[in-house]
């Protein structure tokens, strides 16, 4: 249902281009700086454009800013724009970091969401942004209340774990769709808790356009830009759920994970030399 109405959306979109528009993207990057693509509108993406770079750029890049703002890799290019392919290793990998926290709480969700049993009503709520400082990321969600008395194992947390490395495995893309409102409450018509956050997030533009992600068959809306796939993720774990205050008669629950990826992976030999130097 919610797949449906988000593929009627997509493609109901690119008819709207009905025929080829070329549009000019100027690099202005450190590297390659003053390089020009000529791209297609609404179809080329920053990918694309930095397929045309290097391998490099396809492997390392996690957003891009096109005309200073950030932006999805595989977000379509609307217009002739200049764009800045930002990384991990950058000085200010500010903008980078939070995609990254907000990709890994989205995942979270997913795992979430479908780890009890049917008859159980599982309810996201919203990923807060949480200050990259914390070390972590979170998905606040609401539990059937028959599970008002359930405590989370160290068994149900490597569980949660072992879902999420499944994703991390499957290399899924992260898709972006740009919606009005009317799309979004239609898609999330049966969570209370999204229909509120899509009319917090519509009222923030006279447009009242809502941005939405979608990786595998899951579909979330999303705060801002996300990576390019599942498996820039390495080290992936859900460590804690908190109870928050019950609000509207319902506990809301904390999930909270900790991740790092896969371009600022620990090997052996860092471990090793590290743990050498503390012992000497």
């Known amino acids: 249902m919610q797949n449906d109405l988000f593929n009627k959306e997509k493609k109901r979109q690119l008819s709207l281009t009905p025929r080829t528009e070329k549009i000019e993207v100027k690099h202005v990057g450190k590297a390659d700086p003053g390089t020009v693509f000529v791209m297609n509108k609404n179809i080329s993406t920053p990918y694309s454009c930095a ?5 490099w750029y396809c492997r390392k890049s996690i957003l891009a800013l096109v005309d200073g703002q950030p932006w999805d890799m595989y977000k379509p290019l609307t217009k002739s724009c200049e764009i800045k392919f930002l990384t991990f290793k950058d000085d200010d990998p500010g903008e980078v970091n939070k995609a990254y926290w907000r990709s890994c709480a989205m995942m979270m969700g997913c795992v979430i969401e479908r780890a009890f049993k049917d008859e159980y009503v599982v309810s996201l709520v919203r990923a807060p942004e949480v200050p990259v400082i914390t070390g972590a990321f979170c998905y ?57 956050f899509i009319e917090e997030k519509a009222s923030q533009n006279p447009e009242r356009i809502v941005k ?33 205050q019950a609000t509207q008669s319902s506990l809301v629950r904390r999930f909270q994970g900790l991740s790092l990826p896969v371009h600022l992976r620990v090997t052996e030999d860092q471990t090793q030399s590290t743990e050498e130097s503390a012992s000497a």
């Not at 397929?51 to 391998?55: A, I, P, R």
């Not at 990786?215 to 390495?234: Q, Y």
């Open 51 to 55: 397929m045309h770079l290097s391998e």
């Open 212 to 244: 939405l992600h979608r990786f595998g068959d899951f579909i979330d809306v999303s705060e801002g830009p996300l990576i390019p796939r599942t498996s820039i993720c390495f080290q992936y774990e859900v460590s804690a759920v908190h109870n928050l």
């Open 140 to 196: 606040d969600v609401v539990l059937d209340k028959r599970l008002d008395e359930w405590v989370p194992t160290k068994e149900n947390l490597c569980s949660f774990t072992k879902d999420a490395r499944a994703l991390i495995y499957k290399d899924l893309p992260f898709e972006t769709l740009e919606v009005e409102a009317k799309v979004a409450l239609e898609i999330f018509q049966h969570n209370k808790y999204k229909l509120d």
